[in-house]
């Protein structure tokens, strides 16, 4: 048996040598745990062994994993689970049941939710070597990306960091000011610092402060009373009162009219609301997060922003890198949306020649726009192997990204980027009678477009004699 010898064969431990192999032992059990990386790490294979289900999703997204090797008896989650859940994610990943309990009927359930084996413990360490063998094939596995308790992707060191503070900062009150640019994925560190908190059972409740139209703004956010406006037919809860007992997401803060601060200033200040058109308060228990694109000190500079909202928001800032700057997670995260998109279908492996360009791209939609790639990339492509035709930039002309032709400087990709914009804007302007219909055109907010044409002016762009006012 393996657990009562460490003992491999020489010729057996030098064929494991050569494989390289990265096993994750998911094993409650201490003894046999031990039993198991002692006896693998002598035949070279790299070893990490975890107690349960929850160590064995977290280990998933923190290193490579050529094959798992798990207990069904685990607490908390048993091997059933885990393999469906690890299936999942990542169907082509090599997962062996191990079980003092074997029986044909759970061998063949288990089979038939995806395992790549079942053994009864008490296997020696040559079978459980041929087994790995035969599972991983010619081809290396791709490196998964499952994470513990859907938390972000991220192998980067800052995203590391910006993970390990989110998650620290979930179970406290504290009022949360996430920043970066578009697309580096403010929400989604906002969604698990609440599935983090003690709050995590109650209402996650979002209100962007851009796509709202100022006059609609303050009854979406603090709710009104029947009559209080043309249209009141019925009262209705606002945003805060949604939220009550969980955590209010003010996407955009930087957005909102300044007329309006004041107001969610006082609420923010005193933990209560008054409804419009109502002569009561209304006390709340709910969880701030708010986002922005724009540098928030520099809203407040310039007048547009009140710095005591500002004080409020920003207990505690949490800064976002954009994609660029985290290069480590561009292809876990690539890899992921591309099991997400598949819904279940077997997804391409990514060439080597895909993976530089995706590693050197300079990715001005940041998360956003890798997501975009990934789904654009599996309907262009036709085999079992993503090449860099596939993959169909933004902005970039095709056949510009060739093995023959390297990808362009991050600088000219983003202004070829720019040129496409405002070549859109501009097209969208010309065939709309309104601001306000180019915008929903563009699937942008006004306010956005307006910010876009302004700029546009200020670099020379002729957008007079065009339609939309």
């Given amino acids: 048996m393996l657990a009562d010898s460490c003992a491999l064969p020489p010729a057996a431990a030098e064929a494991a040598r050569q494989r390289h192999l990265h ?34 999703l977290a280990a998933i997204g923190d290193a490579p994993v050529d094959a798992v090797l798990t207990d069904v008896q685990l607490p908390n989650m048993d091997g059933h689970e885990l393999l469906r859940r690890i299936r999942r994610a990542n169907p082509q990943l090599p997962v062996i049941l191990m079980t003092a309990y074997g029986s044909i009927e759970r061998a063949v359930e288990a089979m038939r939710d995806g395992a790549s084996d079942y053994l009864r413990k008490g296997f020696d360490v040559d079978t459980l ?99 209080a406006f043309t249209g009141a037919t019925q009262a209705t809860p606002g945003k805060f009162e949604q939220a009550q007992g969980g955590t ?45 694109n724009r540098e928030l000190r520099s809203e407040v500079s310039a007048g547009r922003f009140r710095e005591d909202l500002y004080y409020r928001l920003s207990v505690m800032p949490i800064p976002l890198s954009p994609l660029r700057e985290r290069r480590e997670d561009i292809l876990p995260l690539f890899r992921h949306m591309l099991l997400r998109h598949a819904e279940g279908r077997a997804t391409p492996r990514l060439s080597a020649c895909a993976e530089q360009f995706l590693s050197q791209y300079d990715w001005p939609g940041n998360v956003r726009e890798l997501d975009n790639l990934a789904n654009r990339t599996l309907i262009l492509c036709n085999g079992d192997e993503i090449t860099a035709q596939d993959m169909n930039f933004e902005g970039v002309n095709d056949g510009a990204l060739t093995p023959s032709a390297p990808i362009a400087r991050a600088g000219e990709l983003k202004a070829d980027m720019e040129v496409v914009e405002q070549q859109k804007i501009l097209q969208a302007i010309a065939t709309t009678r309104t601001r306000k219909e180019a915008a929903e055109q563009l699937g942008v907010a006004v306010r956005t477009l307006r910010h876009k044409l302004q700029k546009m002016r200020e670099q020379g762009v002729d957008i007079s004699g065009r339609g939309g006012t």
């Fill in 248 to 292: 209010l997401l003010l996407d955009e803060i930087s957005e909102m009219p300044l007329s309006l601060q004041p107001k969610l200033l006082r609420v923010l200040q005193e933990s209560e609301v008054e409804r419009v058109g109502g002569r009561r308060m209304l006390r709340l228990d709910v969880r701030i997060i708010a986002t922005t």
């Fill in 23 to 56: 096993l994750l032992v998911v094993e409650d059990d201490a003894a046999m745990r031990e039993a198991l990386e002692t006896t693998l790490l002598d035949t070279g294979i790299t070893v990490r062994g975890v107690a349960d289900g929850r160590q064995a």
């Fill in 129 to 227: 070597l041929q087994r790995i063998d035969r599972l991983r094939g010619p081809q290396p596995t791709a490196v998964p990306v499952l994470e513990d308790d859907d938390a972000p992707i991220a192998r980067a060191p800052n995203s590391l960091r910006t993970r390990a503070i989110a998650k620290r900062v979930a179970v406290s009150n504290a009022t949360v000011l996430l920043s970066g640019e578009s697309g580096t994925g403010k929400e989604v560190i906002a969604r698990y610092i609440h599935a983090q908190s003690p709050r995590a059972e109650k209402p996650f409740v979002a209100i962007n402060c851009a796509a709202i139209p100022e006059s609609m703004l303050e009854a979406m956010l603090f709710g009104h009373e029947k009559g």
